[in-house]
């Protein structure tokens, strides 16, 4: 959300490839500082640059994933496919505020206690309430059950609806992974689910060039990315759990849509990839 903050500040609207009015104001103090300190009127490009240095493609990438499940849910919610909308792993994300689309459907927001505090804090300040369409529900996803954590907070499984996992997977442990995804096999038919996943050949030390920092960092110093799928072995894990492809996206294919009609240059990251899946 720090890059969708300074992409508002620093580019006019129609260089930008995402448009999110409430990016800067969600984060805390501390992360509001550092976007305007590196977004500032002195420093030209030079946040996008560094990004580029440190990770090639990764301002683009997260930015295209954003924009990409942004388009499929305000579809889905506008032409009546899903009747509710789960975000797990919700972090500081607008969308429900954001998307006016989205105040037609009840959203429920999953992430740890802390994060959820945080931004129910935010949200009092920008907004003077949490918006009666969405709840926030806190869960550590390693140890505790979504359907059951949900269900407290008033969630039906009856309802069709739709998943996001964005930029969550990877953290998770097998454990954590197996329970959200045994969770989603008892979802409603017709129901949607968009997750990104980091490909399981990175994980294991399989690095394309100019990843080395990101590996050194997320997998190897930190430790903090754990799973990843290989992308021939998509479909077959989603069909485990009831899950049909609809589409298997690369971050390629997500900037020739979104980046290009900009007139900006820049790369995109092969590391990670992004799935949209209907349940049968």
Request: with cysteine; hydrophobic share 40%.
């Amino acid at each position: 959300m720090g890059l969708v903050a300074v992409e508002q500040i620093k580019f006019p609207e129609n260089k930008r490839i995402l448009d999110d009015h409430l990016a800067y104001k969600i984060l805390p103090f501390s992360m509001r500082s550092a976007v305007w300190l590196k977004a500032g009127p002195f420093t030209g490009d030079f946040i996008v640059r560094q990004a580029e240095k440190k990770v090639p493609g990764l301002w683009a990438s997260i930015l295209c994933r954003k924009r990409y499940i942004n388009d499929r849910v305000s579809e889905a919610v506008r032409n009546g496919q899903v009747d509710a909308v789960v975000n797990l792993g919700a972090g500081y994300d607008t969308r429900a505020y954001s998307l006016p689309s989205m105040a037609n459907v009840p959203v429920f927001e999953l992430d740890q206690p802390g994060m959820i505090a945080s931004k129910r804090s935010r949200l009092m300040k920008i907004l003077g309430e949490v918006p009666a369409h969405v709840t926030l529900v806190p869960i550590d996803f390693d140890s505790e059950d979504p359907g059951t954590v949900l269900a407290s907070h008033g969630y039906r499984t009856s309802q069709r609806t739709l998943f996001i996992l964005e930029g969550v997977t990877q953290y998770l442990t097998r454990t954590g992974v197996r329970s959200t995804f045994d969770f989603l096999g008892g979802a409603a038919a017709e129901s949607r689910l968009i997750f990104t996943y980091v490909r399981g050949d990175f994980i294991i030390g399989r690095v394309p060039d100019g990843y080395e920092f990101l590996y050194r960092k997320m997998v190897l110093k930190d430790n903090i990315w754990l799973f990843g799928l290989e992308p021939g072995k998509v479909a077959d894990f989603l069909g485990g759990y009831g899950w049909s492809v609809i589409e298997h996206i690369g971050y390629d294919e997500l900037a020739e849509q979104y980046v290009r009609p900009t007139g900006r240059s820049l790369l995109s990251m092969p590391v990670e990839r992004l799935v949209y899946a209907r349940k049968i």
